[in-house]
């Protein structure tokens, strides 16, 4: 037989009502929007790909890779980190930057390779996933000393995705010719970035540079500004400059591991 319902339910109804539509802060959305365009921007790079305008979709890769530094550091900024913001962050940067660089290489140049290019782009995006997913695991990590924040265990999805696209740099440039002649250089090329990427390499990071000093903030502001309008102006020159300059970079980052694993009494782990 239907009752009429009581106060206590009606205010159980009500709250479960204010749970339902609760407030949620601007502070929590804005690193997710630009999640989101940074999603937008790497799924985009697969339209131009297929179009045949490889310069727009290599941009539309590079754009992805700068909203996803903004994103986070956005949400440290304004204390909007969120476990759903850093699920959707992995999810966008497998999409983005596993996902389009492995399709933009395959229909530029390792589709004349067949099955065997395909496999190719697979181990790129499957290095990529697994990157991801071990970097969300370290961050639970309460072993984890204090210094070792410094580095990233492998390379990031984001500097993997630029290093895989450096063949589309020298393309540009004319320094190589169309990509399918030179797919037998480029298919062990990206194998190796992919391997560089899930490898226990330790890279530098720039993710704990929160601070300067204060003498320092003017130079800095002027070196931010140059990168830019060289980045601008020059964009193929300044990224292959910048992607082997990465790559040089590797066996310092593996030299201060070693001396700073030492001086802390750890055992490195990281390969040589």
């Known amino acids: 037989m239907e009752h009429e319902p009581d106060s206590m339910d009606r205010a159980v109804a009500a709250d479960a009502g204010q749970r339902r539509f609760r407030m949620v802060p601007v502070r929590y959305l804005l690193p997710n929007m630009i999640t989101l365009l940074a999603l937008c921007s790497g799924v985009t790079a697969i339209r131009f790909a297929f179009e045949g305008r490889y310069e727009l979709a290599v941009g539309s890769v590079i754009l992805a890779v700068i909203l996803d530094a903004v994103d986070g550091r956005l949400a440290r900024l304004l204390k909007g980190t969120s476990r759903f913001g850093a699920e959707l962050d992995s999810l966008a940067d497998f999409v983005n930057f596993g996902v389009a660089p492995a399709i933009l290489l395959y229909v ?3 589709n004349s390779l067949h099955t065997l290019g395909w496999v190719i782009c697979l181990v790129l995006a499957i290095c990529c996933a697994l990157r991801l997913a071990r970097f969300n695991v370290a961050l639970d990590d309460p072993s984890k000393p ?12 984001p500097a993997g995705a630029g290093l895989a696209l450096l063949p589309f740099f020298l393309g540009f440039l004319g320094i190589i010719d169309e990509g399918h002649g030179w797919a037998l250089l480029i298919g062990p090329y990206v194998v190796g970035v992919a391997l560089l990427m899930v490898s226990r390499v330790p ?4 993710k704990h540079m929160g601070r300067i000093r204060g003498d320092m903030v003017l130079p800095v502001l002027g070196l931010a500004v140059l990168a830019v309008v060289i980045l601008l102006s020059y964009p193929w020159e300044f990224l292959s400059v910048l992607s082997i300059a990465y790559l040089a970079l590797i066996p310092v980052s593996v030299r201060s591991y070693r001396r700073l694993a030492v001086a802390g009494g750890s055992k490195p782990t990281a390969a040589p």
Not at 203 to 206: A, E, L, V
Request: net charge positive; aromatic share 26%; charged share 5%.
């Open 203 to 206: 890279t530098f990071s720039g």
């Open 146 to 157: 204090a210094w070792a924040n410094r580095f990233f265990t492998g390379a990031p999805a």
């Open 108 to 110: 530029w140049s390792l």
